[in-house]
């Protein structure tokens, strides 16, 4: 803390001259003409030097340096698809160096799908101001005594504002913290770094830029969802895509985490029916084994044949299975972000979500419809057609 009344203060907030006088006249007067040219030469190189700008603090950019590395981000699918552009640009600036995750348990497959930009992934056992899972207290200190032994060098809090995850990130003993803030001037520490959190813009671009800004240069913001043999091989057991030819349906996927997020099953069924009687396209109901009850209650309201694929199928079989499909009509949920790392077309219902932050990139292969009342089918049926008649379309 600077005190007050300091010479660098009275310096700055009197002018010059009157500091020479004020200096000046308690030299006594048979020194004053000896020492009179001595005295102004010396008085111009402290007002130089106070006038000359302080050095900018230096700031931290990732280097080849850095050996080690954990991002948080404790989030479910559709967040963490968002921040495989951050992962890709972290692996591009960092081609050798140990990335891991810290993250939901259920993302140690996110890793696994990813682990040609991660490479070791960390279970994080909650918080209680998080409500994506419980809080698991009884766990936190080991957890944190392991992050420690980890020695990170830099360690990325990529998971919200920061309001409550910087802190959890600071314990983890990595020699260089770096994250967003809600409250940030953007100056940089010996060993942290914390960047104002972006109110505006796609969650993706808002991710990427956060790496960027520590210094690597890939600015591709596409998402990817890789397929692996296991998921073919998973949903080739489960028999739900028998005799379903590539190309040759359509995916409704009606559930999604929240209810508040879903589009009423009567508008989906009608959409289902529509598309299947225009475009001779069958129509596959898609969802966890908890969204069977959203996948049955559409399938009672159409008049054509569906395809129930509601099950405790795995995130990767459910992706290979809308893989072969033409179009996805879905919620604004996870899916949506699969269906664009998979370059799916799709048309994403909103109801009360940021459309602008959560709607995927590519609107060419991607529509959005914002609806809370329900009321908008045939927007919904006009996006869908403009996808299937649209290019890329060889029917």
């Known amino acids: 803390m600077r005190e007050n009344g300091t010479i660098g203060d009275t310096a700055r907030s009197h002018s010059p001259k009157l500091l020479c006088s004020f200096l000046f006249a308690a030299i006594p007067c048979r020194a004053q003409v000896r ?81 040609h ?17 419980p809080f698991r207290a009884e766990e936190d200190e080991a957890f944190r005594q392991a992050m420690r ?31 967003y803030a809600a409250q940030a001037s953007g100056e940089q520490g010996e060993a942290q770094s914390w960047f104002s959190y972006p109110q505006q813009g796609p969650e993706p671009v808002r991710l990427l830029s956060l790496v960027n800004l520590l210094g690597a240069s890939e600015k591709e913001d596409h998402l990817e969802f890789p397929l692996h043999p296991p998921d073919w091989a998973e949903l080739q057991r489960s028999g739900l895509a028998a005799g379903l030819a590539p190309g040759s349906y359509v995916c409704v996927h009606p559930g999604a985490r929240f209810r508040d997020k879903c589009w009423p099953p009567e508008r989906f069924a009608q959409v289902a029916d529509t598309l299947c009687e225009e475009f001779n396209l069958r129509v596959v109901l898609t969802g966890s084994a908890k969204e069977a009850e959203r996948t049955r209650a559409v399938a009672s309201r159409m008049r054509m044949p569906a395809i129930d694929t509601a099950s405790p199928l795995s995130i990767g079989a459910m992706a290979a299975l809308m893989s072969g499909a033409r179009l996805l009509i879905c ?65």
Not at 69 to 76: C, K, S
Not at 349 to 374: E, K, S, T
């Open 35 to 115: 020492c009179f040219g001595s005295f102004i030469r010396t008085m111009d190189k402290i007002r130089c030097r106070l006038r000359r700008p302080r050095a900018a603090r230096r700031s931290f950019r990732l280097n080849q340096g850095i050996r080690r590395v954990v991002v948080f981000r404790a989030l479910q699918v559709g967040d963490m698809l968002c921040a495989v552009p951050a992962f890709r640009a972290l692996r591009v600036a960092l081609p050798q160096a140990h990335i891991a995750l810290v993250g939901l348990p259920w993302a140690a497959q996110f890793a696994h799908r990813f682990g």
């Open 117 to 133: 930009y991660l490479d070791a992934f960390h279970a994080f056992p909650g918080h209680p101001l998080f409500p994506e899972q």
């Open 149 to 179: 032994a980890e020695h990170f060098d830099l360690a990325i809090q990529l998971h919200g504002s920061g309001e409550v995850s910087n802190g959890i990130v600071l314990q983890w003993g990595a020699r260089h913290c770096a994250g």
């Open 331 to 395: 919620n604004d949920t996870g899916v949506s972000h699969i269906a664009a790392g998979l370059q799916l077309k799709s048309v994403v219902i909103f109801n009360q979500a940021d459309m602008a932050r959560w709607a995927p990139l590519d609107r060419r292969l991607h529509r959005c419809v914002h609806d809370p009342g329900g009321e908008r089918v045939d927007d919904v049926l006009q996006q869908a057609r403009q996808l299937l008649t649209g290019p890329g379309y060889c029917g």
